[in-house]
């Protein structure tokens, strides 16, 4: 279970540090039955873990906290599980293997607001919820920018993936 939590979550935790990475379109549709798998049953099984956690301490938890964290449980779970497949093993891959690429993806939207950790951001269409923003680009560059526009995003990556340097549109 560490490893799920750890590698579930990775993608998002190094977005919290300044670390982005953008796993490719091809790589997410290739996987897509495998992430939903792996996110099905990690959530099965925080469903399974959860009363256990709960009644762990020996003391009886509120009736409310334990239909939070029950309700909760798998859907956590099914995140950590589809992400840990879709962004958070290719990204490990790309950290010691990664080499200089250019990615090309579609622009989603291009919205004015702005999250703690994603300033400025550049939705990218085909990719899972929270791994799908490219970050802290400049706002000329997100003016040339609307939805259905492709650009190419250059970084250190490999098939699975990039961590985003630079962006260009194709014109």
């Known amino acids: 279970m560490f490893a799920i939590l750890l590698l579930g979550s990775a993608p998002t935790l190094a977005t919290v540090v300044g670390f982005q990475y953008l ?14 798998l792996a996110g099905i049953a990690a959530g099965g099984f925080m469903l399974w873990l ?14 409310l906290k334990a239909i939070l964290v029950v309700s909760f449980a798998p859907f956590l779970g099914y995140w950590l599980g589809s992400t840990m497949v879709t962004a958070g093993l290719p990204m490990i891959a790309t950290i010691f293997t990664g080499y200089p690429v250019e990615v ?9 607001g702005n999250s703690r950790y994603c300033s ?7 990719l899972p919820f929270a791994q799908n923003s ?3 680009f400049s706002e000329e560059f ?15 990556g490999t098939r699975f993936g990039v961590f985003p340097a630079q962006a260009k549109r194709i014109e």
């Open 23 to 36: 796993p490719t379109q091809e790589w997410v549709s290739q996987v897509f039955w495998v992430a939903l």
């Open 104 to 112: 090309e993806y579609d622009v989603g939207d291009v919205d004015d």
């Open 120 to 126: 400025r951001p550049i939705k990218v269409e085909g």
């Open 50 to 63: 959860a009363p256990k956690g709960l009644a762990k301490d020996g003391n009886d938890p509120s009736p």
């Open 142 to 156: 997100r003016r040339t920018l609307s939805p259905g526009s492709q650009i190419v995003v250059s970084g250190k």
């Open 134 to 136: 490219l970050c802290g």
